[in-house]
């Protein structure tokens, strides 16, 4: 596979449930990405890695948690979600850290809905 | 945050028309971005501009930044079905802030 790849591609869960989100690039990128995006609001940038690093947690609250085993995965575990939650939550990748100064490769997105 | 309007919101347009899709900002970018999403994909980089003033073309689309380096219009001539899709701006603060608009959704109907 090429690009960056996210699983899975849709995911219905309940507010007292833990489920976790996949990213991987084959990209050799050495910084990743998690936004989420919203009807009617710009995307938000959720939390940066650079070289498996977390640099970067744009006050998200702490039902959301990021890990990033290695420069080529990315995960997010979900956990006592609200309704308000549910989005698109994309993964991207650039080739250096600096997300104005590169070029960002988006996955397709996992689209969460939390009833 | 530094906030990127894009205008319109939605755009229903026939195949072969011409359109013009804004962004605009009250900030100062150092360089600014366009991305196309399509439905059940994430946004593709279509291109970067840089100085003020630059005009860049990839086939029938038009980018134009503008010359204070606040706002940038995309133009799209005999727009095509394949063209339907989310048109986000993004503008770069230095290296490490990038900020998107809200975005245009445009439909072209065969």
């Known amino acids: 596979e090429t690009g960056v790849t996210q699983t899975p591609r849709h995911l219905v869960m309940g507010m007292t449930n833990k489920k976790s989100l996949k990213c991987e690039q084959h990209l050799g990128h050495n910084a990743m990405y998690w936004y989420k995006q919203s009807a009617k609001k710009p995307l938000e940038l959720m939390f940066v890695y650079n070289f498996k690093e977390q640099t970067e947690n744009n006050s998200v609250p702490s039902r959301f948690s990021p890990e990033c085993p290695n420069s080529s995965h990315l995960f997010l575990h979900l956990h006592t979600l609200q309704p308000e939650d549910s989005a698109l939550y994309l993964c991207?990748?650039?080739?250096?850290?600096?997300?104005?100064?590169?070029?960002?490769?988006f996955g397709a997105g996992s689209r969460l809905t939390v009833l | 945050t530094q906030l990127l309007e894009q205008s319109p919101q939605f755009l229903s347009i026939q195949e072969g028309e011409n359109l013009t899709v804004y962004c605009n900002s009250s900030?100062?970018?150092?360089?600014l971005q366009w991305y196309r999403q399509e439905p059940g994909e994430g946004p593709v980089l279509l291109v970067t501009v840089v100085t003020g003033g630059e005009v860049k073309k990839l086939k029938r689309l038009t980018f134009q930044f503008g010359d204070a380096r606040k706002d940038s219009s995309l133009h799209i001539t005999a727009a095509q079905p394949g063209d339907t899709g989310l048109y986000l701006c993004?503008?770069?603060?230095?290296?490490?802030?990038?900020?998107f608009g809200t975005g245009t959704r445009l439909t072209v109907i065969p």
């Open positions: 991207a990748s650039s080739q250096e850290p600096g997300i104005g100064a590169n070029v960002l490769t």
């Open positions: 900030s100062v970018f150092s360089s």
């Open positions: 993004a503008g770069a603060s230095g290296a490490n802030n990038l900020f």
